[in-house]
């Protein structure tokens, strides 16, 4: 087969490739994923605390991750970056929320689900501060283990004040024992969340529920049930008989968003560990748009400059290596599309940088042309010489780039790992288009009058070689 011949398959294959790519930039494919700081959302910055109640572990790291994941992909954001930063931080990237302050109370809120006979609760006192004191510590975090502070309000219990305990023995059953909540809706039309206990739980509520009824019946008082989340009562149902069938309930005054976050953070568990917000920061979408914009900009102005420099410099040359640098872009476009990258500013960055690398290369490879059209070779010998010679220093230069793509992917994180990703494809299709597209393209054209025209060509030939 001729060197022609081939080269033209090559192109064709190339068409395929362009092809593919547009159908994954155009509707109705997925559009591109845009990263927290080009359509707004919220960035938050969670960190373990250690105490003796909940103390800080890998293992509770990463299960916190798991959960805080299983709770955003609940609230239905698209794209969230929720990863480990460090040995014991959590950053939660949400792109495109817009109830900020919900999805902040739902992914820190620790969702810690107990059930008590009210007998445990022992002494009442009317602040936190007395209850620490009555108990020798100063904080709650200095609470010894299995023990727990409770605040019963005074809307829940009926009393005319909040009331205060430190509950020092275990919970009679816990959130673990749960298999599911709901939403739903009582007599009165008020919403109240449905818990589900699993087999065991079952087991464990009814015999809890009918010892409770016992008691109420031998010394004729209302006996009560107390169901505290993070250490707030939120029901106190009266107990007269025992629960069979692993169902209760939570009631209160709630609001149907209130019952609908509180449902959720009880399906996905509650985290092993305390975590505390450090850090947060809200983007508008307008600030957002306005980054893209700008950053779009960039690019093209970029872009264009790069274009018209290399007809100026290398006339019918450059046009060929700007044709390539287009089908470079759209087969990068497609690409992070077709994986589901979320594209980024530092993202945008690494795009921008590579379309200066793809037009290197194609300078490199022009002037060992330049240097072979020199000594007086045809331009198709002087194009395969000068792509031989020049692809070695390019295959090095653009290696290293992509160690170090590969090196800050796995290691950075947030923006970096998305300059990281984009540098790293980047360079891959731009090597490809310099080395296949634009040298398949300069050998078929080759034979044209114009490709034979060394002005136009913006080279200078010596002495003419008589055979190709």
């Known amino acids: 087969m001729s060197p022609v011949k081939r080269n033209v398959l090559f192109l064709l294959a190339v068409a395929v490739l362009v092809g593919v790519a ?27 605390k250690d105490n003796a109640r909940a103390p800080r572990t890998s293992e509770g790291m990463d299960q916190a991750v798991s959960i805080i994941n299983d709770r955003v ?17 959590i950053s939660v990237q949400l792109p495109g929320i817009e109830n900020q302050e919900d999805a902040l109370e739902i992914i820190g809120k620790t969702a810690v689900l107990e059930f008590y006979d009210t007998n445990q609760f022992g002494t009442a006192y ?35 004040a909040d009331a205060w305990y430190v509950v020092d023995t275990e919970p009679q059953i816990a959130g673990s024992d749960l298999s599911g909540a709901s939403v739903g809706f009582d007599q009165n039309n008020q919403a109240k969340v449905d818990l589900e206990f699993s087999a065991a739980g079952a087991a464990k509520f009814a015999e809890v529920t009918g010892r409770i009824a016992q008691t109420a019946q031998i010394t004729g008082t209302d006996q009560l049930l107390a169901i505290t989340l993070d250490g707030r009562v939120e029901s106190a149902p009266r107990v007269l008989e025992a629960i069979e069938g692993g169902n209760a309930e939570i009631t209160g005054s709630f609001s149907v968003d209130e019952a609908k976050k509180l449902a ?60 390539a640098l287009f089908v470079y872009g759209v087969l990068l476009w497609g690409v992070l599309n ?34 072979e059209v020199a000594q007086g070779k045809t331009l198709r010998t002087a194009v395969d010489t000068g792509f031989r010679k020049a692809f070695t220093a390019i295959l090095d230069a653009n290696v290293t780039t992509v160690l170090t793509a590969v090196v800050l992917f796995f290691t950075a994180a947030g923006g970096i790992r998305g300059f990281a990703l984009t540098l790293g494809i980047g360079v891959v299709l731009s090597m490809f288009t310099a080395v296949v597209v634009t040298r398949s393209l300069l050998v078929v054209l080759g034979g044209l009058p114009a490709f034979n025209n060394m002005t136009l060509l913006g080279l200078r030939a010596g002495t003419a070689e008589k055979s190709a």
């Open 22 to 48: 547009v159908f994954f930039i155009v509707p109705p494919a997925e559009k591109t994923n845009l990263g927290l700081d080009l359509q707004g959302g919220l960035a938050v910055m969670l960190e373990a």
């Open 73 to 89: 992909n609940r609230l239905g954001v698209t794209e969230p970056e929720i990863q480990r930063q460090g040995e014991w931080k």
């Open 126 to 160: 009317a602040t936190e501060a007395e209850a620490l004191a009555a108990a020798g510590v100063a904080s709650s975090n200095e609470l010894p283990a299995g023990t727990r502070l409770v605040l019963w309000p005074a809307e829940q219990s009926g009393a005319a």
């Open 264 to 323: 959720l953070v009880l399906k996905t568990g509650a985290l092993p560990i305390e975590l505390q917000v450090v850090d947060q920061r809200a983007i508008g979408a307008t600030l957002g748009k306005e980054s893209l914009r700008q950053a779009l900009w960039a690019g093209f102005i970029g872009l264009i400059l790069v274009g018209v420099f290399m007809v100026a410099y290398y006339r019918l040359l450059g046009l060929v290596a700007d044709v």
């Open 338 to 371: 077709a994986i589901g990258a979320t594209l980024t500013l530092p993202g945008i960055a690494g795009i921008i940088l590579t379309l200066g690398m793809a037009v290197d290369a194609n300078v490199i490879i022009f002037a060992r042309v330049k240097e």
